[in-house]
């Protein structure tokens, strides 16, 4: 399995401002994924980002809103802009194995906006 | 369209008994199913996988599950339950017909195992 890191693992921002969450990956990867899981709630899939093009998102989600770089194919980052209370949750980027279909998830990023 | 229904919000058990946590899922094509676990202020888990083949499949931790086409269920099983097992499951599913990779995930199912 790929192991999968996240910067930050937690943050508390102001109302109005950005961030910029990086996901790491020790490996090769084609496509990776940004899932955004809010309090109590399950995982919603933000966008897939593959490398060399522009990331697919999913429907209620915006390239303003939710900015996606993957400059390489071990790299990417989210970008939450001009946040809001309701951005609060847990943004997890994921992989796919190179066998077998399931995804590897990094350890997620906590977000609380005030 | 692809959906996932976890029946329970939580589900208690005591140590040493057995537990089922419940998925049922809708795909077009033939699904690829999976469960996760979630830790307190941790990632998501993989625990296993059914793609094809024998419907019981066993994963991490001890635990299994039992795909069933004719009723569409890919419940989490294990036989004995620990208090570690305590934590947050997730079933996700997705369907082999298209190009998407993309996994639809249930509510989650909180288990609370009681020493």
């Known amino acids: 399995s790929a192991v999968i890191s996240q910067k930050p693992s937690r943050d508390i921002c102001q109302r109005g401002t950005s961030l910029t969450i990086q996901c790491q990956v020790d490996s090769q990867v084609t496509m990776m994924f940004w899932y955004r899981q809010q309090p109590g709630q399950s995982l919603t899939l933000i966008a897939t980002a593959n490398q060399g093009s522009e990331a697919t998102y999913e429907s209620g989600f915006v390239i303003d809103k939710f900015p996606i770089s993957r400059p390489n194919l071990t790299f990417s980052t989210l970008t939450v802009s001009n946040m809001s209370p309701e951005d609060s949750s847990i943004y997890l980027c994921?992989?796919?194995?190179?066998?077998?279909?399931?995804?590897?998830f990094g350890p997620g990023t906590r977000l609380t906006v005030l | 369209a692809q959906s996932v229904a976890q029946p329970e919000d939580q589900v208690n058990v005591a140590e040493g008994n057995p537990l089922t946590v419940k998925c049922t899922y809708s795909v077009s094509g033939n699904p690829y199913l999976f469960w996760y676990v979630q830790y307190p202020n941790r990632g998501l888990q993989f625990l296993l996988k059914y793609i094809t083949g024998d419907n019981l499949v066993k994963g991490s931790y001890g635990f299994e599950a039992e795909f069933n086409k004719s009723q569409t269920s890919f419940h989490l099983k294990k036989p004995s339950a620990l208090v570690s097992d305590s934590a947050l499951y997730f079933c996700a599913v997705r369907g082999d017909g298209g190009a998407t990779n993309k996994l639809i995930f249930g509510t989650g199912t909180l288990l609370a195992v009681q020493p």
């Open positions: 994921s992989v796919e194995g190179l066998i077998g279909n399931e995804q590897f």
